[in-house]
Structure formats: C-alpha cells, structure tokens
C-alpha cells in the first residue's frame, strides 16, 4: 500500500507569509505527527493529531499550528514565517496513539528567503 | 524526560568493514527504543525497535542492535557495510503513555570504498 505522502515536496517563500504544509498518511493510520529537522536543532517534535483533534504537543511558538480532517490527512500551517522556519518538514503516520511504530514520509523542504 | 545521546557524528569506515553505531538513552523505566536510517533528501525508514524481550535485536538490511540496560545503550551493528548504507542514522527512545519519540542528533556514516 501507498506511504506517507507530503506534498510539496520543495517551498520557497518570504520572511512574513505564512504557509500550508500536507500530509497523507498511510491508509487505515488514524495518527499523525509532524517534525522539524534543521542541522543545528536536529529532530523536534512539533505536533500529534488523532481523531481530528490534538492529542500531543511540542514546545514550538503558536505559529505552528496544525489540523486533521475526518480522512485523517493533515496539514500543517506556519504564519509570519523567520528565516529559522526553514528546515525540512516530515510527518509520520502510526495505525493509533497508543502504537510505537511510526512511518515517515519524505518531507517538505521549506526554504524562508 | 527522556533523551537520546548520540556520541559519535561522523563515522567513517571501509566497506566491507564491521560497523558499530553507538546511542545512549535517559529514562527511568525501560523504554521503547528505535534506530531510523535517513538517506539525502528522504524520509526516515525505520531499521528495528525494541519494545521488550530478547535483548537482542535484529533489523532490516542486516542490522542488528543489542539493549544493555545496566549502560543505557542500545547500539546499532551490522558485520559487513555496504557503500549504500552511508547515510544518517538516528536513534530514539519513546517512553510510555504519549509514545512520542525523542531522537538523538543523529550519526552521519561514510563508507568508503
């Protein structure tokens, strides 16, 4: 069966806008989770979703935010962007909250100019 | 909190070679533990866990990894490298109830000819 899928895989945008990641997970996966990696911070943990509604979060400002639609997609969303908001974006699937085993997709490279 | 050590960030050895990824890990009780290998510009594919049981356990791509809890370590070997496995290679520990995982800064290997 098909993997996670994100889609962009690449952005560029300007210091300001704001913008909208997605994210499909892996079908009959109903938990979603969102990570930033950058060279110097590594893998952070930004958000979990399940059920449509937030269930984990990490320690990012109120501009990151995220939601998940009834077919479990997700998207993510970055307001008022920084140059630090580029980093590669990844999301990871798993069949539930309680289930350790999560799959990455191949992320979305967001470039802040 | 938990937290994942990662002391080696290069890595470099001759294929054919034996390989020895070494990862420490901070958490009170035992903890679910994860090794993902990431190649440029993709996601993170996970390579093996360990929830409980045999200490020793093996992965895909002919890795293998052994949890020694008197040290807090679960390294990650493979007995003959292949030069399609320099990558970067991140450990993770998730403990229970959010399951989260939190990954070290990862291990980047080199694998020359």
């Known amino acids: 069966k098909a993997g996670v899928t994100q889609t962009p895989r690449y952005l560029i945008k300007t210091r300001g806008q704001q913008v909208t990641l997605s994210c499909s997970p892996i079908?009959?996966?109903?938990?979603v989770s969102w990570y930033q990696q950058t060279p110097g911070q590594g893998l952070q943990f930004l958000f979990e979703?399940?059920?449509?509604?937030?269930?984990n979060k990490g320690n990012f400002p109120g501009r990151f935010s995220g939601r998940q639609f009834s077919n479990s997609r997700s998207e993510m969303n970055v307001s008022t962007l920084e140059l630090g908001d580029s980093a590669l974006y990844l999301c990871?699937?798993?069949?539930?909250?309680?289930?350790?085993?999560?799959?990455f997709g191949q992320g979305t490279r967001l470039t802040v100019v | 909190a938990q937290s994942v050590t990662q002391p080696d960030i290069h890595i470099t050895v001759s294929e054919g070679a034996s390989l020895e990824l070494r990862c420490n890990y901070s958490?009170?009780?035992?903890?679910?533990l994860f090794w993902y290998v990431q190649s440029p510009g993709q996601g993170l594919q996970l390579l093996l866990k360990?929830?409980?049981?045999?200490?020793l356990v093996q992965g895909i791509k002919g890795f293998e990894a052994e949890f020694k809890r008197s040290q807090s370590s679960f390294n990650l070997r493979k007995p003959s490298v292949h030069w399609s496995d320099a990558a970067e290679y991140f450990c993770?520990?998730?403990?229970?109830?959010?399951?989260?995982?939190?990954f070290g800064r990862g291990t980047s290997l080199i694998v020359h000819p």
């Open positions: 990871a699937s798993k069949t539930g909250l309680s289930h350790t085993e999560a799959f």
């Open positions: 079908s009959g996966h109903r938990s």
């Open positions: 979703y399940f059920s449509e509604t937030q269930r």
């Open positions: 958490y009170g009780a035992t903890p679910y």
């Open positions: 360990y929830f409980s049981g045999d200490t």
């Open positions: 993770a520990v998730a403990a229970g109830g959010s399951y989260i995982p939190t």
